[in-house]
């Protein structure tokens, strides 16, 4: 609350007068950053492609404030209401697969878990300080072993673990709409 107090030009007892404590601040912040129009394409585009700009941006919204992923997995107060709206947007986009409700909310939470993932993972990626000490850590440990982990350090060198992740994403979700699609037209609905 200091910080955050000088950062605005305020005292702290002054930011007090706006927010009873920290958790009520960091809740307005969260909902603030999920407060933007909520367009993910033209209605008339199929749901998979639109569900799929919609995981975009959630992730875009990771990579912008960072501290957004820690923030959403430390809070202690209810979803507000722009929070919500997303939320309401991925399962009404689910509806439209023709996922009966109960496997439109399981679907929901695989899309945004592979987000947070994807999103924890490039926090911590390979171009840090730490992340490329992990790496040298890993091709060592690979490398003493190769017989123990052949199928990792074929990975590792095809340069798996320092290449642009984003393909990774992309081919993530593709699974898990594919595997919608798949429970649609085996009637597993």
Request: charged share 20%; with cysteine.
């Given at each position: 609350?200091?910080?955050?107090?000088?950062?605005?030009?305020?005292?702290?007892?002054?930011?007090?007068?706006?927010?009873p404590g920290k958790a009520e601040m960091v809740a307005l912040m969260i909902d603030s950053v999920a407060d933007s129009s909520l367009h993910f394409g033209r209605p008339s585009l199929p749901w998979s492609i639109r569900l799929k700009k919609w995981a975009q941006y959630c992730l875009t919204i990771y990579r912008d404030h960072r501290w957004f992923l820690e923030a959403t997995t430390a809070r202690q107060s209810p979803i507000g209401p722009n929070e919500l709206a997303w939320m309401e947007a991925a399962l009404a986009m689910l509806a439209e697969s023709g996922l009966e409700s109960k496997k439109r909310h399981h679907a929901f939470f695989t899309l945004i878990a592979h987000v947070?993932?994807?999103?924890?993972?490039?926090?911590?990626?390979?171009?840090?300080?730490?992340?490329?000490?992990?790496?040298?850590?890993?091709?060592?440990?690979?490398?003493?072993?190769p017989n123990r982990y052949p199928t990792l350090l074929e990975v590792l060198r095809l340069g798996a673990f320092s290449e642009d992740i984003a393909g990774a994403f992309d081919f993530g979700l593709?699974?898990?709409?594919?595997g919608v699609r798949a429970q649609v037209s085996n009637g597993t609905v």
């Amino acid at each position: 609350m200091q910080r955050i107090a000088r950062e605005v030009g305020l005292t702290t007892m002054a930011l007090y007068r706006y927010f009873p404590g920290k958790a009520e601040m960091v809740a307005l912040m969260i909902d603030s950053v999920a407060d933007s129009s909520l367009h993910f394409g033209r209605p008339s585009l199929p749901w998979s492609i639109r569900l799929k700009k919609w995981a975009q941006y959630c992730l875009t919204i990771y990579r912008d404030h960072r501290w957004f992923l820690e923030a959403t997995t430390a809070r202690q107060s209810p979803i507000g209401p722009n929070e919500l709206a997303w939320m309401e947007a991925a399962l009404a986009m689910l509806a439209e697969s023709g996922l009966e409700s109960k496997k439109r909310h399981h679907a929901f939470f695989t899309l945004i878990a592979h987000v947070r993932g994807h999103a924890t993972f490039e926090d911590a990626g390979a171009s840090s300080a730490a992340g490329k000490v992990w790496m040298r850590e890993l091709t060592r440990t690979l490398q003493q072993e190769p017989n123990r982990y052949p199928t990792l350090l074929e990975v590792l060198r095809l340069g798996a673990f320092s290449e642009d992740i984003a393909g990774a994403f992309d081919f993530g979700l593709d699974c898990i709409l594919d595997g919608v699609r798949a429970q649609v037209s085996n009637g597993t609905v």
